[in-house]
């Protein structure tokens, strides 16, 4: 639990910086400063450094280093007009990215100031490190029964490393722990903001969200905003971009790089042994107490599992390792990184459409003595994530406060994939292409990819759990194996009208098991089982009535045409059909270059012709009409000079496209086709004037974007025949949704064998004790039972 700390007084002093600039900090507490830098002049360029010694010489003219990382190559840097001409002179070629940082951090401090009045939602807003730590005493006192303080130690100047500690109730002491901190880098603010976003929705979402309610359960968290609290006070109260901590280096010189001090390749490349750099390493390994703290934390949890150390700004998703000359990870943990980072960088972007690039760290470039690389060296699960933005451009350091709360949400989305890959042993998702309705009367089969976690293993054959009426125990049915990590089973035959709920049971060799979905018990999958009325499918290997264009076209380039595609880095090589060729793509020609051919200068439109979403094929439907949409789509937009800056929309009609309604907006980079279902009454209402339509486009300057559509399938279903409904009020021998005295005239001319013997004919719906479904082909008393308990 947290301590108790006096306010800590300083006396009046004056510090000097590398920069020359003298900041008077006053008597009072640690916050109030007479001057605070406000950067006018000041522009962001871009240099290129061809080796070390120009790195050294870019940050030695500088002011300090804008790129979260520097290297040989381009990486930016803030300069004053004099300090630009510097770098001109030492042939650094420099570029101007923000002519000027004055107006920009004005308008932030204007902004705060007025946010700090307005008392809007916290998370609207940046906070202080004193505001941070009341925020989190707040969750502890809301949630005791979940959550904890937990001091971590002190900074140099003696501030509490301060952490929120998070898990469900019960016996901990076999939990995997997962640790999650931001602020080592002082002016990266949008980094606290997300990782006591994430502290607050692992409270707030426990008891709601299935999958987080799982994780809370099986996971001990431990989550530290402000890794580099003097750093970071003194962003607010005097210097906004300064990086490091507030080590006096005795040399006019102040801060150690705290993502440079760590025990791993220390005071290699990436890191400087100059006190006046901004990734100076320090004196030596863990010379800074915020570092040494968090090594003897990390070192006296043997059950640390996991690790995520947050920055900004880039976008990127960052795996071991990060120094140069590191050995290679061993095949099985390089592919488990590379799949978890693309998952995490797929479900941020599934947010709102923000793309982290998911790359090793020293793809970025090499840097010595990082966090991250120490972690992973200590046998954890160990991320970097650079939030956003992707530019300097879209205010670099200086992140708008409108994009905390979106930050925040998209993050807490990966880190539901990062630490299910720990707290679960299986790895456990459904096919796509398992239904959402089944056949009635009809066994159908439902398959999942079950991937253990490296070093464990499947112990026997998982167990696919189903029943129907909504109502009494599971049954188990054995799971064959398909072939690599793949698993199918059969559900059984389901009455018409009847919902089949199913589930899947995975054991582990190291003794624990695991449901999927998590809350199997009170929401398994589902599927109805509906009559199916009506199938329109177009495999596009004929003009079936498409068209191209509408009034707001506007490409020049990369129109909408049904091809057989030609491969390039964009675009798919054949279409999805498996005996097929023919495919709608964005003008399927490869050309000289991935850019030859795709979209450029705007939009181009593909309609569909008209299909109809209520057609039963002349059976009465029993209730509302569901019409399954399908198709495969292509998309790619993650190349080029503007990568991951469009979109495609997908659009539906119920009106003959008079008025269009969205049904999916498309930003994800997959390199394959993918299949995307809909009931269409989630979006409007079924009608027989329905079309689809794809709007692919082309707004940034540069961008390479393709696109393809292939195998629409249009599917509509209907309870057309309640099991028990076999006549009208009269007896007459026609279903009308209804279950009473007629349906028991009708049955009674009904009585004796089915004809030829064969289960299930007309009235037979149960067995001679009345056992509804257990049909026994014949029609006796037992079905009259059976109808007395399905009376409307």
Not at 146 to 152: I, N, V
Not at 671 to 694: G, H, I, Q, S, Y
Request: glycine share 10%; with cysteine.
């Amino acid at each position: 639990m947290t301590q108790t700390r006096p306010t800590r007084l300083f006396r009046r002093h004056s510090l000097v910086l590398a920069a020359g600039l003298s900041v008077s900090i006053s008597s009072l507490a640690i916050g109030q400063v007479e001057r605070p830098k406000d950067y006018a002049g000041y522009a962001v360029v871009q240099v290129t450094a061809e080796n070390a010694a120009e790195i050294e010489s870019a940050m030695a003219l500088s002011e300090t280093i804008w790129s979260e990382r520097s290297g040989i190559g381009a990486f930016e840097v803030v300069a004053s007009a004099e300090q630009l001409a510097a770098l001109t002179q030492a042939g650094l070629e420099p570029v101007v990215v923000i002519d000027d940082l004055g107006p920009m951090l004005a308008a932030e401090r204007a902004q705060l100031a007025v946010l700090a009045q307005a008392k809007n939602p916290w998370f609207d807003s940046y906070h202080p490190t004193a505001e941070i730590h009341s925020y989190l005493d707040g969750l502890v006192a809301a949630h005791p029964q979940l959550a904890t303080l937990d001091d971590l130690g002190d900074s140099l100047q003696g501030r509490e490393l301060k952490a929120i500690r998070i898990t469900g109730p019960g016996d901990t002491s076999n939990r995997p722990i997962i640790f999650y901190n931001g602020g080592q880098h002082a002016r990266e603010w949008i980094s606290p903001a997300t990782v006591t976003y994430i502290a607050d929705q692992l409270l707030a979402q426990y008891g709601t969200d299935p999958l987080v309610t799982a994780l809370v359960d099986q996971v001990e968290w431990v989550l530290l905003p402000v890794t580099n609290p003097d750093g970071y006070e003194y962003t607010w109260d005097s210097v906004r971009l300064w990086r490091k901590n507030r080590r006096n280096n005795g040399d006019g010189t102040f801060g150690v790089d705290l993502n440079r001090n760590w025990d791993i390749d220390f005071g290699g490349e990436g890191a400087s042994a100059n006190t006046n750099s901004e990734t100076y390493h320090g004196p030596f390994a863990f010379s800074e107490p915020e570092t040494a703290a968090l090594r003897d934390f990390i070192a006296s949890e043997p059950r640390m599992a996991g690790h995520i150390d947050w920055h900004c700004f880039s976008q990127l998703i960052l795996y071991p390792w990060g120094y140069s000359g590191a050995p290679p990870l061993p095949a099985d943990l390089l592919a488990l990184y590379e799949n978890l980072s693309g998952e995490m960088s797929s479900v941020i972007q599934s947010q709102f459409g923000t793309f982290y690039t998911p790359q090793p760290s020293i793809d970025l470039y090499p840097a010595a003595g990082v966090m991250g690389d120490y972690t992973a060296d200590q046998g954890l699960l160990a991320w970097t994530i650079e939030l956003r933005p992707a530019t300097s451009g879209q205010g670099g350091f200086v992140l708008p406060p409108e994009q905390i709360l979106e930050t925040g949400i998209e993050n807490f989305e990966a880190v539901k994939v990062m630490a299910s890959a720990i707290a679960f042993p299986f790895r456990i998702t459904a096919d796509a292409g398992n239904p959402a309705f089944v056949d009635p009367n009809t066994a159908t089969d439902v398959s999942f990819s079950i991937v253990p976690q490296p070093g464990i293993a499947l112990d026997g054959a998982p167990t696919l759990l189903v029943r129907t009426g909504g109502t009494g125990p599971f049954t188990p049915v054995a799971m064959t194996h398909a072939g690599g990590d793949n698993w199918t089973a059969a559900l059984p035959a389901t009455p018409a009208c009847e919902t089949i709920e199913y589930s899947v049971e995975a054991s582990a060799d190291d003794g624990r098991s695991q449901a999927f979905p998590f809350n199997a018990s009170t929401a398994p999958l589902s599927a109805d089982a509906l009559t199916l009325g009506s199938l329109l499918t177009d495999d596009m290997e004929a003009d079936s009535g498409w068209s191209v264009g509408s009034p707001d076209d506007d490409a020049t380039t990369g129109l909408w045409s049904r091809s057989d595609p030609e491969a390039t880095a964009a675009q798919p090589e054949d279409d999805a059909s498996p005996a097929g060729t023919m495919a709608w793509i964005t003008d399927g020609r490869a050309g000289s270059g991935v850019g030859s051919f795709d979209i450029d200068g705007g939009q181009t439109t593909l309609t569909s012709p008209l299909f109809d979403g209520t057609d039963t094929g002349g059976a009465v439907a029993q209730g509302p009409i569901t019409a399954i949409l399908s198709y495969q789509r292509w998309y790619s937009n993650d190349q080029g000079n503007s990568p991951n800056a469009d979109s495609m929309l997908v659009e539906i009609s119920n009106d003959g496209g008079q008025n269009w309604t969205l049904l999916e907006e498309v930003s994800e980079n997959l390199n394959r086709w993918e299949l995307k279902t809909f009931n269409v009454a989630d979006v409007l209402e079924p009608t027989d004037e329905m079309r689809v339509r794809f709007i692919a486009s082309d707004f940034g300057a540069g961008s390479i974007v393709e696109a393809g559509v292939d195998d629409l399938r249009v599917e509509v279903r209907a309870c057309t025949n309640r099991i028990g409904d076999i006549a009208d009020g009269f007896g007459n021998l026609s279903p009308d949704g209804v279950i009473d005295f007629g349906d028991f005239l009708a049955l009674l001319g009904l009585i004796g064998p089915c004809p030829g013997g064969v289960p299930g004919c007309t009235g037979d719906i149960a067995d001679d004790f009345g056992t509804l479904g257990n049909i026994d082909g014949q029609v006796s008393f037992g079905d009259f039972l059976a109808l007395l308990s399905l009376l409307d």
